[in-house]
């Protein structure tokens, strides 16, 4: 009698378990289909190759040059894939899909990896949910991008893990890695633990990871000439930068996990800053003391924190997002320990204090998560969204590729240092001043400081050398380089400027070749 009441109370809980993390991952849904659609540029970088694909044409983003310029070979090919399962060519409506489902498998898993970090639930739910609504989990779920994916497959690799199942690892380590590179940083902290811990050399799982890397590794050297994008070399050289200017960025986005700084003045992101980093203390030590095992998810933030500030490329926004579940864990684990100490101080019932302290952290950082949210932006679709979810230079762009097909014949060249929505949009062939796409510009880089007025500046040999028909850039870009150049002029006459003062710019112009 007394083994039947147990297993259906066993029951009872893995069923109410299961409906907890349907409504996590139910949270995360609606949290990425209700703002609706609000692409990011470089997303549409993605969506061309996609198309070209499904089409036919290759997996190019110009017919006929066959360039790796997307550094998600997975994403592109899942992408493809539900265009050919659906007959449908809305490659935004269909990445919009797909990064919903990601989202919500990442907050479920987000949710089993917080359960054994943490050896309690609580935690855990606290993190999942305070990922589900994340700004940096939302907003490039609906700007078209691989983030939810890549997140998704690197907590599916922790869990797996943490849990000993290292083959399942090794199959996410190859798609995570084919999802996008920078996901190494954290496979390579989880491969050296089987080294560190473990105490032997992985040799199955080296080769399970090798075998499912080795069609794409193969078709990449064979098609391309090489399985590695060109893209992160491109932007190493394009862009100047200060050399702390990823340290200062990421010192900021780690001091503000849940957008403190758009609630609270300086000195307060300051303190609480300070209590961030006691608590990941406190949580790394706890984690790690119950299971040596945990600390590569402990060490991965700090791990990314490194590698970015050394190598101190131009960060994208969607390149802040990855550790940020790892971190909401550390934080929780140790507010949940934390709590555990002053209710053991304060009361018998320690326990009952524990979950307030720690319920009214969590519904403090969702409070500040969710004032990063509006509830009426300014443009796009009018639903609530997070207020980073901005897309007004997207926007600028549809309207001058739409000048361009109002001029443009078949064959005409484009070229543009923002090449997503003018590629996906016009469809003409495109000339990349970053080189992206076209990797011959590299000749023109670094180029003159003298004519850098933020981070980004066009050469105008480079413009000239390339002779496109149409070119479509922010007025800054060109300031001090190409529009002041007389060849330039005499060459290309002003069709239109849309006025904006994105990035300091005056304007955005579109230049017709005479």
Known sequence: MKAKRNASYKARRIRIEWLLVAG??????????????????????????????????????????RVLGTTTPLYTLLLSGLALATGSRDFPSLALALNALAGALSVGLLYGLGKRFASHPAPAVAAAILWAVAPYSVTFAIGGMETDLTVALLIAASYAHVTGRTRTMAVLSALALLARPDTAILLGLLWLSLVLVERRVPWQEGFITLALLAPWLIFGTLYFGSPLTGSIGAKSITYRLPPEADSIRLLQHYATPFFESESLPPVGVFLV?????????????????????????????????AVFAAANPLLFRWYFSPPMPFYFLLILTGAWRLARDLGKLV??????????????FAVAALALTLNAWDLHPDHGPDRPAPEMAWFKLELLYAQAADVVLSHAAPGDTLCAGDIGMLGYRTDLHILDTVGLVTPEVAHYYPADPSIYVINYAIPADLVLALDPDYIVILEVYGRRGLLPDGRFQARYRLLEKFETGIYGSDGMLVFARQ
């Open 273 to 305: 800053f300070a209590l961030y980093c006691a608590l990941c203390a406190l949580g790394g030590l706890d984690a790690f003391r119950r299971d040596h095992g945990n600390w590569p998810l402990i060490a991965y933030p700090f791990a990314y924190f």
């Open 347 to 360: 009361a018998r019932h320690s326990t009952s204090i524990q979950y307030a302290i720690l319920a009214l």
């Open 24 to 65: 996590l991952a139910t949270l995360a849904l609606l949290a990425r289909l209700v703002p609706g659609e609000r692409m990011v540029d470089d997303a549409y970088i993605t969506f061309r190759y996609a198309r070209n694909a499904v089409e036919g044409v290759g997996f190019v983003y110009n017919p006929g040059e």
